[in-house]
């Protein structure tokens, strides 16, 4: 028996891994700037992280929501102190993919509505609903086809109030900043503009920080640069620093009923010991801050850098996007320097670092990238 051939793979397979270093099955070692699409948020192997899910899995590796969990509980305070959302409340999941899922069910639930408004170049994940909300018909199935969802174009304030007043929506959804896509954010005026037209036609702001939250733009959610507070969060990819967990944070004001939602994995006793494990190494090590310097130096060295279009971004959470004649940088990065990273279509890399990153492998990056692009390409 084969996969099913559906992801493009670089002939590289990485068997171990520390901090921000890779090792592949040859031995050749690789600088990580990845994360493995923003998944890696305390680096590879962090020897505090292995130890709680070694000890843990000693303990207890699983046993289903019927029964009590104290770990649930002790996330559940922990992520909605550090995060701002202290009378929250969280509901656990596998993915951001179903964080998004259960977001939009829980928003037309307590509205009595159907519809959802989500943004052009959005990506919110591959579930049935998530992807009706993402903007690529590439990946949707017609089985995933729907009218209830509209898209309208970022920072467009009156083309949402436009969708908005037509009635019927439960909810807006919205990247901190759109990942997939690029790397682009939603301007000031827009965000708050956005809360206040929600507000005004009774529907919930949904943010999405499945790949900007977790403290990678040097706050702790991408939107909380703009001060609004929103009234569902999802987030996953960091939270777990590799360990599948996702999260929904649902308003004190939404009231939750048994049997509304569910999961057989979500919140099971490894998923959040890891989920604790990233929470102690954030607030230790003080990633987030780290995340805000490292982020100024990035962009201090490429910001209007001659081998660029645009930087964007915030934090640990980056987009470049290449003149022309740059284009297959990435993989001399890669081939030639043994740097991974990212990319949104053949114009824009994107940088996803752990959170530990140091200035030292920082500057070796900016370094290299400056080697490369000295010389014809």
């Known amino acids: 028996m084969n996969l099913f051939e559906v992801y493009k793979l670089w002939n590289i397979e990485p068997v171990r891994g520390l901090d921000t270093t890779l090792w592949d099955k040859d031995g050749v070692e690789y600088t990580d700037l990845y994360g493995g699409h923003a998944v890696i948020s305390t680096g590879h192997c962090h020897p505090h992280y292995v130890k709680m899910l070694s000890d843990q899995l000693g303990r207890l590796g699983f046993y289903s929501n019927a029964v009590q969990n104290s770990l649930q509980s002790d996330l559940a305070e922990r992520l909605c102190r550090i995060s701002g959302y202290s009378d929250y409340k969280l509901f656990l999941c596998n993915s951001g993919a179903e964080a998004n899922e259960n ?3 829980v928003a037309s639930f307590h509205t009595g509505k159907p519809k959802v408004l989500a943004f052009r170049k959005a990506f919110h994940g591959r579930t049935s609903g998530a992807v009706a909300a993402t903007d690529n018909p590439k990946i949707q199935a017609p089985f995933n086809a729907t009218s209830n969802i509209v898209f309208a174009p970022l920072n467009d304030l009156e083309a949402v109030d436009n969708e908005l007043s037509k009635g019927g929506f439960a909810a807006v959804i919205i990247e901190g900043i759109q990942g997939v896509a690029g790397i682009y954010e939603p301007g ?6 956005l809360r206040s037209l929600c507000d005004k036609h009774g529907c919930l702001l949904i943010l999405d920080e499945i790949q900007s939250g977790y403290g990678r733009t040097g706050k702790f959610f991408a939107h909380q640069h703009y001060g609004i507070q ?4 999802t987030m996953a990819k960091g939270m777990g620093n590799g360990f599948p967990i996702g999260g929904v944070l649902i308003s004190p004001s939404i009231k939750a009923s048994f049997g509304m939602l569910g999961t057989t994995f979500g919140g099971n006793h490894l998923a959040c010991t890891a989920a604790l494990a990233v929470l102690d190494i954030i607030e230790s090590e003080h990633l987030i801050e780290n995340a805000a310097k490292i ?3 990035f962009e201090s060295a490429f910001k209007g850098h001659h081998t660029l279009k645009e930087y964007r ?6 987009g470049l996007e290449l003149k022309d004649e740059y284009v297959g940088l990435r993989d001399r990065l890669l081939f030639e320097k043994h ?3 990212g990319a949104a279509g053949a114009q824009v890399i994107r940088l996803l670092p752990s ?3 140091s200035q030292d492998t920082a500057e070796s990056f900016v370094n290299a990238w400056n080697e490369l ?3 014809s390409l």
């Open 188 to 193: 000031q005026d827009f965000i708050n503009g």
């Open 373 to 375: 692009t000295s010389k």
């Open 313 to 318: 971004g915030k934090g640990l959470m980056i």
């Open 230 to 233: 929103a009234d569902i969060v």
């Open 339 to 341: 740097f991974f990273t």
């Open 103 to 105: 977001a939009l069910k």
């Open 295 to 297: 982020g100024k130096y």
């Open 355 to 357: 959170l530990t990153i």
